[in-house]
């Protein structure tokens, strides 16, 4: 694809994006030969209302007969029941950013993260196909998104097994779904799509991202798979039934000849979006002229086309080849949309979260409804990094071409100098690692997050204080015409977004 084609394009792309559902997210996987350093890259963004935190889970020890509550209730969009399901001895690490609120589905909710063994999660919609979402029996039972995400990041070693896991999860217990959804997950040599679907069915289907894939989900996608895609595991797996049942609905004729294809048989057949396309076309020609490295892909978590009002926050994982110490996997985490937000490392040695960036009343569930507990006291107290720079977001997006660059200039520089100072804390953390100082080496890596991290904050303050200042001297006070704050979905007309629109 050319570059006027991109341009071409990019119209409807805009619209694709700005008109999807009201929780969508998107994730983007790229393969280690096509990176400048060997590594994987995913990321993406949760596209949630609620409240969201960063929140670093600990490795915990499991007693024998213990188990988790897994599901939907009654107040779902398909109303379910839930279930408890065997826990597993021991738990790993993970840095998740938690949110509070989607309608039956208990919180906290995640769409995953980074664990200890490097394997890394996004979780994504993937909308199935009207017929089948109207088979989903109520009420519904099984593990929700949430659930699958968090048990993947609890106990999956790779990416690989992680499908392995979801999938025999859905095959024993089954799935409650919102509509359909997928995941993707990476690790340091591969990625894999999954994909499950509603309607009861135990359907669910996954297919191998290789060392020189690209591949955004938005929504998550799968195209034509073998019949006998079983006989080929190292490049897909799926329910036993993922073929015969589509035979059986007479979605699928074995006899035509037609290869099967999956978002045509079981999802709404409309492919890649343009949207998807033009980020996967953009990072094939970046790998094709000089291969990516992370300044790009955080770059393109960035980017105004996707990146606004609606995401909760960033997440680029940089799954290296060399890496050994699970202590030094990690992701690099935006507060809120990365659009106006920068990105900060966090290792999985990493044994604390600053307040800042912790559980806030501010868009939590039942919040508004109850009193605060002393024990919360002094956390509530603190700033909050996700209003901060949603208002920062919301100054800069009301007029972006005006504001967009100085802040896009600013996050970019700091990223930098962050980038280029990790791999001293890192050296020094193996270091201290090798010699049997593991406190503090944890120590060195917590310290230097959680002092980026308030460095974030107060460029974030810097930067709103400044232009909040010049809007208000340039544009004046705009008072709102309408009486509804907010709304689902969001759609182009009144949705908060920093891309260029006529004032």
């Known amino acids: 694809m050319d570059n006027r084609t991109l341009t071409s394009t990019l119209i409807a792309a805009v619209a694709a994006l700005i008109s999807s559902p009201a929780w969508a997210s998107y994730a983007i996987y790229v393969g280690k030969n096509l990176t400048s350093d060997g590594s994987v890259f995913i990321g993406g963004t949760g596209d949630e209302p609620s409240s969201h935190w960063l929140e670093i889970v600990p490795r915990k020890n499991h007693t024998a007969g213990e188990t988790i509550s897994v599901g939907v209730t009654k107040e779902a969009n398909y109303p379910g029941e839930l279930i408890e399901i065997p826990q597993v001895p021991v738990t790993a690490k993970y840095i998740t950013m938690n949110y509070s609120e989607f309608l039956g589905f208990p919180a906290p909710l995640t769409n995953g993260g980074l664990n200890e ?32 995400s968090r048990i993947a990041m609890e106990r999956a070693h790779t990416a690989r097994e992680a499908v392995e896991i979801v999938g025999q999860l859905i095959d024993k217990y089954g799935y409650s ?5 997928s995941h993707m997950f990476a690790d340091s040599q591969e990625g894999w799509v999954l994909i499950d679907f509603a309607g009861g069915k135990g359907l669910w ?34 329910s036993s039934n993922f073929i015969s049942f589509a035979v059986e609905q007479g979605w699928y004729d074995p006899g035509s000849g037609k290869p099967f294809n ?24 970046k790998a094709a002229a000089a291969k990516i490295s ?33 202590d030094l996997h990690v992701l690099w985490v935006a507060a809120t949309g990365s659009v106006t937000t920068p990105f900060v490392p966090y290792w999985i040695g990493v044994d604390r979260v600053r307040p800042e960036f912790g559980k806030h009343r501010y868009l939590s569930h039942k919040e508004s409804e109850r ?45 930098n100098q962050s980038i280029s100072q990790t791999a001293a804390v890192e050296a020094k953390a ?28 107060d460029l974030g303050d810097a930067l709103l204080g400044s232009i909040e200042a ?8 705009r008072a709102p015409v309408g009486t509804e704050m907010s709304g689902y979905g969001h759609p182009p007309a009144v949705s908060v977004h920093c891309r260029d629109r006529q004032e």
């Open 117 to 148: 063994y490097g394997v890394a999660a996004r979780d994504v919609w993937s909308p199935s196909r009207q017929d089948l979402a109207k088979m989903t029996p109520n009420p519904q039972h099984g593990l929700n998104y949430s659930d699958l």
């Open 177 to 181: 779904t919102y509509g359909g959804n």
């Open 205 to 238: 289907i996954a297919e191998r991202l290789g060392p020189n894939d690209i591949r955004m989900s938005y929504p998550g996608y799968i195209l034509e798979i073998p019949l006998d895609f079983q006989k080929h595991p190292e490049k897909y797996r799926g």
């Open 262 to 285: 999956v978002n045509d048989v079981y999802q709404e057949g409309k492919g890649r979006s343009e949207s998807v396309k033009i980020f996967e076309e953009r990072l094939r020609q």
């Open 294 to 326: 992370l300044r790009d892909f955080l770059d393109t978590i960035r980017d105004p086309l996707a990146s606004a009002d609606w995401n909760g926050y960033g997440q680029v994982a940089h799954l290296r080849q060399a890496e050994s110490r699970p």
């Open 371 to 415: 009193f605060l507990y002393r024990d919360f006291e002094i956390q509530e107290a603190s700033r909050f990094a996700y209003v901060t720079f949603k208002r920062l977001m919301y100054y800069t997006c009301d007029k972006p071409s005006k504001f967009l660059p100085e802040v896009t200039e600013a996050l970019r520089a700091f990223e």
């Open 430 to 457: 193996a270091k201290l690692f090798s010699i049997g100082e593991a406190e503090m080496a944890r120590d060195t890596l917590t310290n230097y997050s959680s002092q980026r991290a308030m460095d974030a904050l």
């Open 470 to 477: 010049r809007h208000r001297l340039l544009y004046g006070y």
